[in-house]
């Protein structure tokens, strides 16, 4: 933990906050209550308790995609977005469109990526989403400085817990969670 903290400080975070990847949050989960699985015990005890186990499963589903990508582009950029998602595919030879997503030809391609895919009509709608925000003078406002993805892990009651906070305001210390 002595590293992280370190690194946080000379990236210009504060210490408690840590910066990593979705995936490690997520794996860390087994061992750290979060917000989420807090709200879920509440509602139902023993649904949190099967989805514990692994005897539940999250469905994904495109529009949860669709919102990931535009959360990815509104608060963490472009750059960050263009890593974690690929946009497109196959162009038809015949045609000099890109083959649809419900071909072939398109779902072997989707399948190589290494990345999550959009399809061009879905990476349009993040674009247009994300474009709402910036223009919303609000949202400008409160997203023009602060942290994305921080992560924060501390005991509370003798229970590890954990939150990665969607964005960090660090000039008033405000926090904004979306899900």
């Not at 210490?15 to 209550?33: D, N, S, T």
Request: glycine share 8%.
């Amino acid at each position: 933990m002595g590293r992280l903290v370190q690194r946080a400080k000379e990236a210009g975070l504060p210490g408690w906050i840590l910066r990593e990847p979705a995936e490690v949050y997520h794996r860390k989960a087994q061992e750290h209550l979060s917000s989420h699985q807090l709200a879920e015990f509440r509602r139902c005890p023993l649904l949190h308790r099967r989805r514990q186990l692994g005897l539940l499963k999250d469905e994904d589903r495109p529009a949860y995609q669709v919102g990931r990508a535009a959360h990815t582009l509104i608060l963490e950029g472009q750059d960050t977005c263009d890593r974690e998602y690929a946009v497109g595919g196959p162009v038809n030879p015949k045609t000099g469109e890109v083959f649809g997503p419900r071909t072939k030809a398109y779902r072997d391609w989707a399948t190589e990526q290494t990345r999550q895919v959009l399809t061009d009509d879905q990476a349009a709608l993040v674009v247009c989403m994300a474009d709402s925000v910036k223009t919303h003078e609000v949202a400008r406002g409160l997203l023009a400085a602060g942290i994305p993805e921080g992560v924060v892990r501390v005991p509370h009651c003798g229970v590890p817990c954990q939150i990665r906070m969607d964005w960090f305001f660090y000039a008033c210390r405000l926090t904004i969670l979306s899900r």
